[in-house]
């Protein structure tokens, strides 16, 4: 790069990671390239390598991409001198850490809104505990029996969310699993009697004898109870879960017939706190189906969802039929 700015000569990673041909970068100065609220940011810095005061500093910067998004990259620059120490030109090692800085946002977020989720739980619990403390001489019976009913409520919500919370943590740092045959038709039925549905709905198994799959009872047994704790909350009044042998796979199904997922918000469904504007009162923190992607995965398969006709979700897991 020229001491003015210009780029010199240029390699083929540079084009790769700028989405520029050679030509057109040559054409360009290292100004064009960055975004303008980046621009002033290591002026300073630059001014001194001009002046031969530096020989060498590393920035990071936000770019554009030629396709007009932005890119996140690292610059290293050195200053190459003549012989009587006058500054000829610089060269900038740059490196694309764009992956990084987006884990970075997402880590960020994830511990933000973690930390949202219990607040609710908590602060409901320091309150009516603070109640209780100070004025339980003076409640009737049936006050005292409520609020220690949502001290319950409140505490098994906050357990939940960190469960939830541990378990993506495991899944993140790359889960141990440990496969083996599972015979699906006691195995729903086992975890069916574990969870039993509520009073109000009906539940149909349609496992055949037979179907076996390779998997990590456990794990499936969580992806299994997540799904149809979805279904009881946002579904209408019958849930079915299916299996079916389809060639070297068993696709697992759980089937309600509520109202779906809504059109909008169906390509983030699988994200982490988020939840869909048809939750309605049922609380949640938007953990479950993120977690079940992850369990799918883990178990060698995937997990993905269908609308049904007339009306209703289907959420359907593929794994490796044995
Ligand atoms: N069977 C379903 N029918 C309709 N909407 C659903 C169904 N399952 C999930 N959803 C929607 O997808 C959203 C995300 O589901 P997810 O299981 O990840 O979170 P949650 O149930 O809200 O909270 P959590 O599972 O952490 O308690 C839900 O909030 C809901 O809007
Ligand atoms: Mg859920």
């Known amino acids: 790069v020229s001491l003015d700015g210009r780029w010199l000569r240029v390699n083929r990673s540079l084009c790769e990671i700028t989405g520029y041909d050679q030509e057109s970068l040559l054409s360009r100065t290292v100004r064009d390239l960055t975004n303008p609220d980046d621009v002033d940011n290591d002026k300073e810095l630059a001014r001194a390598i001009r002046a031969g005061e530096l020989r060498s500093y590393h920035v990071e910067k936000r770019y554009r991409h030629a396709a007009g998004h932005e890119i996140f990259v690292l610059v290293s620059v050195s200053l190459v001198q003549d012989e009587q120490g006058r500054p000829l030109h610089a060269i900038f090692q ?7 800085k987006r884990l970075e946002t997402f880590k960020g977020q994830f511990i933000n809104n973690a930390a949202h989720e219990l607040r609710s739980p908590l602060t409901t619990i320091a309150g009516v505990t603070a109640l209780l403390v100070d004025s339980r001489e003076s409640m009737p019976q049936d006050q005292i029996e409520q609020s ?20 993506l943590s495991q899944l993140e740092r790359g889960l141990k699993v440990s496969l083996q045959k599972v015979r699906l038709a006691s195995f729903v039925s086992k975890t069916l009697e574990a969870v039993p549905a509520p009073e109000e709905k009906v539940l149909t198994s349609l496992v055949p004898e037979g179907i076996s799959v390779l998997a990590d009872p456990l794990r499936l047994e969580q992806v299994l109870v997540n799904l149809l704790s979805n279904a009881y909350r946002y579904g209408g009044s019958s849930v079915t879960v299916e299996a079916k042998q389809v060639e ?6 759980v089937q309600d017939d509520g109202a779906g997922i809504p059109e909008l918000f169906a390509p983030r ?10 939750v309605g009162k049922n609380t949640g923190s938007g953990l479950g189906l993120a977690i079940v992607r992850q369990l799918a995965a883990a178990l060698g398969g995937e997990v993905w969802y269908e609308p049904r006709v007339p009306c209703g979700s289907s959420f359907k897991v593929r794994l490796q039929a044995i």
Not at 269 to 278: A, H, K, L, S, V
Request: cysteine-free; hydrophobic content about 40%; proline content about 2%.
């Open 94 to 100: 740059i490196t694309d850490i764009s992956e990084r």
């Open 148 to 167: 220690l009913a949502a001290l319950a409520r409140q505490s098994e919500r906050a357990r939940e969310l960190i469960n939830n919370l541990l378990d």
């Open 269 to 278: 469904m699988f994200e982490e706190f988020t939840r869909g504007p048809n």
């Open 248 to 253: 070297k796979s068993a696709i697992i199904s």
